[in-house]
């Protein structure tokens, strides 16, 4: 059920994101005059459709004015994609045909330069427009909330993070003299950044660390270098727990199992795993009774329970979590907190994309393809993090297309860009070729892509 409910978020995000991409290149060709032969989501790759209004018999008798225009609207078999077969252009159809004849007035080919280059850039500027749209749905629907990296908020540093000279305990202020602000950031900010310095206050010094840039591509391929270190504070016991009914209750919190002391969370869950299915004995603060000490005074009781740990190695108990920061948005000021959020998640991509191509990163390791996608959406059908998801997408396609690379939106524009600095226009057998070396390319990228994802299963 998980793999499927996944399935069915992938498959609806891409088409979504495929038809408004290629419905943004439809937009521009039509108010230009520009005919279009095809608009497809997937590729009908031989010819072959799953649906075509050209070929069904219900849309002929059903819908007959559709079935005489001018472009078929279909759903091709191949679903790596989609496209819009515009009149008179090269494009990854590879259909020559039409350079055997004169030039017609309703081509691409015939247009202005300016009026071509905002139908190349149309399904770009469409993706980023749903982006936009998405982000204040989600904004004025939920608000944003992050967690604060505030003045006590302290990391649990793994390996890597000991080996580059930060430690438990330490609360990270930034890197390179800027602040982060939202704790969940950390690492992203750093790799992005590549940050030669971090600023940590530890044990009430501040620190600067100096960080070493050789150590970049551990950090990008590590999936969590700052846990979040929290006291272990009692929140709730659920009924299923096997410690349901205990003298537990909300904030106590356990400083020590088995006479082995516990500062954060994590502590206890090493230590748990040497106790599967026995009794633990556990140490725990009780704040005191209000009014049971002086007015200024604060304390608190140490008490002692045993505890049942579970086949898995685990308490049952749920510990208490920081405060999210949370804002909530009207629908007005939710428009520009859109704007931004979307403009911030682009340079954000941005960056990234620029590790990708820096070989001595090794980014290019964690870049995926649908299966990789498809791990990012939850098991469960959820509405907010689909749509949020489904922001991000669109943003990373509209990025990726606008690359340089002939057979993306972004080689074309660069073509016509040329064509508008220099008043020379590329003829149509040297497109041909630069699309047959844009198509290479990106079957190259699809290859690194499914080989990184099937890697990762493996491991």
């Not at 050209?54 to 007959?64: D, G, N």
């Not at 709730?236 to 954060?264: F, K, M, V, W």
């Not at 070989?359 to 939850?378: H, R």
């Not at 469960?380 to 606008?402: E, K, Q």
């Amino acid at each position: 059920m998980i793999v499927l409910i996944k399935t069915l978020q992938v498959i609806l995000a891409l088409s979504i994101l495929i038809i408004i991409h290629e419905f943004g290149h439809f937009f521009f060709a039509r108010l230009f005059g520009i005919r279009v032969d095809k608009f497809y989501l997937f590729f009908d790759v031989g010819g072959k459709a799953l649906f075509s209004t050209k070929k069904s018999r219900l849309v002929a008798k059903f819908f007959p004015r559709l079935a005489a225009s001018e472009t078929d609207y279909g759903i091709g078999w191949l679903p790596l994609g989609g496209y819009c077969k515009i009149s008179g252009m090269v494009d990854e159809s590879m259909d020559t045909e039409y350079l055997k004849s004169e030039p017609q007035p309703w081509e691409f080919r015939t247009k202005p330069a300016w009026q071509r280059l905002l139908v190349m850039a149309g399904g770009v500027l469409f993706n980023f427009i749903l982006a936009i749209l998405l982000y204040i749905v989600i904004l004025a629907s939920w608000g944003s909330n992050y967690l604060s990296n505030g003045d006590d908020t302290r990391i649990w540093a793994d390996e890597l993070a000991v080996d580059m000279g930060f430690r438990t305990g330490d609360h990270i202020i930034g890197f390179d003299g800027k602040k982060v602000s939202d704790f969940d950031r950390l690492q992203v900010d750093m790799a992005r950044g590549r940050a030669r310095t971090a600023t940590v206050l530890r044990d009430g010094d501040t620190l600067t660390l100096y960080l070493d840039q050789a150590r970049l591509p551990e950090v990008l391929q590590d999936r969590g270098m700052f846990g979040l270190a929290l006291p272990f504070v009692v929140d709730t016991i659920p009924p299923s727990s096997p410690n349901y009914g205990c003298e537990l209750r909300r904030g106590d919190q356990i400083i020590a199992l088995d006479g082995h002391p516990i500062q954060y969370i994590q502590d206890s869950r090493r230590l748990l795993q040497n106790y599967k299915g026995a009794r633990v004995e556990a140490r725990y603060l009780r704040a005191a009774d209000e009014g049971s000490c002086g007015a200024q005074t604060a304390c608190a009781d140490t008490l002692g329970a045993l505890l049942q740990v579970d086949s898995t190695g685990l308490l049952g108990i749920y510990s208490a979590m920081p405060p999210l920061e949370i804002r909530e948005y009207s629908f007005w000021e939710a428009i520009p907190a859109g704007f931004k959020l979307t403009f911030t998640t682009i340079g954000g991509y941005i960056d990234d994309l620029k590790l990708v191509f820096n070989p001595s990163t090794k980014a290019y390791k964690s870049v995926g393809s649908f299966i990789a996608i498809g791990q990012v959406f939850p098991s469960t059908w959820d509405w907010f993090r689909f749509v949020n998801i489904l922001a991000l997408l669109s943003i990373m396609l509209g990025v990726m297309n606008l690359l340089p690379i002939p057979g993306l939106d972004g080689g074309h524009i660069l073509f016509v860009l040329f064509e508008i600095i220099t008043g020379r226009k590329p003829g149509d057998k040297f497109l041909y070729v630069a699309q047959i070396i844009g198509m290479i390319l990106l079957l190259a990228l699809m290859v690194l892509a499914f080989g990184n994802d099937i890697g990762r299963l493996i491991r």
